[in-house]
């Protein structure tokens, strides 16, 4: 049976929920769509209960229901599915681990959710990991202690949990290294695949230091760090680079086949 998974990921800053929300989701195509992970970093606290209620009465509207929802301070994980297919769903577990501050500040770290349909099992982390271009080998050890501290499904090895399909999604916060003048210019030319090849997260996967096994569908949008909402411009933040700190990726033994990735200008990452 082949499913539509649509999965999200926004680094929100902070922001209100907004009235345009709608642009995430493309009405047009939800009835093609059989599970929503969206995934939210970076939501104030005071007002993460205000987006999760605002979204659940959007995804209600449109026939789905939630199957569940984990938060931790700053960060949310809601995975909804079609109702049609609710009746299938069992074995839900959610959990939570912290990686900020004597990681035991929930700014940084992951979240997750785990389920079985029709026999299979889906899992969903969504993660904010360290900041600051420098920090690779932090980046690398906090997505590895998620997995080994998450409760949502066994573990068998350093980067293992055991699930049919494991979406991963999130803020990783992994940069370019070049500086902020270069990867303008990069841009600027179109020339995203130089770009790439200096890409942080490719890099430490090639060399399978982390994520190894996972698949990430061809990046052909511009860097989502930190543009500036509806336009091609970017906020220079002490030089730090833009970036793709902004990632979806899927580990599965099965046939998995990618239909649309790409970032939205009219929302930012801050």
Not at 21 to 37: H, K
Not at 132 to 157: C, M, Q, S, T
Not at 249 to 263: A, G, N
Request: hydrophobic residues 35%.
């Amino acid at each position: 049976m082949k499913l539509n998974v649509n999965v999200i990921t926004w680094n929100v800053g902070g922001i209100d929920f907004p009235d345009d929300l709608g642009i995430l989701f493309n009405s047009n195509s939800l009835e093609e769509i059989d599970i929503y992970s969206i995934g939210v970093q970076e939501c104030s606290y005071f007002k993460s209960n205000d987006w999760q209620k605002h979204l659940q009465t959007l995804m209600n509207y449109y026939g789905f229901l939630q199957v569940a929802k984990v938060d931790m301070c700053q960060m949310f994980l809601i995975v909804f599915i079609k109702s049609k297919f609710s009746v299938f769903v069992e074995n839900v577990r959610s959990s939570y681990k912290a990686m900020g501050f004597a990681k035991i500040i929930g700014n940084k770290g992951g979240i997750g959710i785990s389920f079985k349909l029709l026999g299979y099992t889906m899992t969903f982390i969504n993660c904010h990991l360290a900041p600051k271009p420098y920090k690779v080998l932090e980046r690398n050890k906090h997505a590895k202690d998620i997995v080994k501290y998450l409760n949502i499904g066994e573990n068998f090895g350093e980067f293992d949990i055991t699930s049919d399909y494991l979406f991963w999604q999130g803020d990783l916060n992994y940069r370019v290294d070049y500086n902020f003048e270069e990867v303008i210019q990069e841009i600027e030319k179109e020339n995203i695949k130089l770009l790439l090849l200096k890409d942080q997260l490719i890099k430490q996967r090639q060399t399978n230091q982390v994520f190894y096994n996972f698949q990430e569908a061809e990046i052909n949008f511009n860097p989502t760090y930190r543009r500036i909402k509806g336009t091609d411009n970017y906020s220079n933040k002490n030089n730090q680079s833009p970036s793709w700190c902004d990632r979806i990726m899927v580990k599965s033994d099965r046939d998995i086949h990618f239909l649309y990735y790409d970032s939205i200008k009219s929302v930012k990452h801050r």
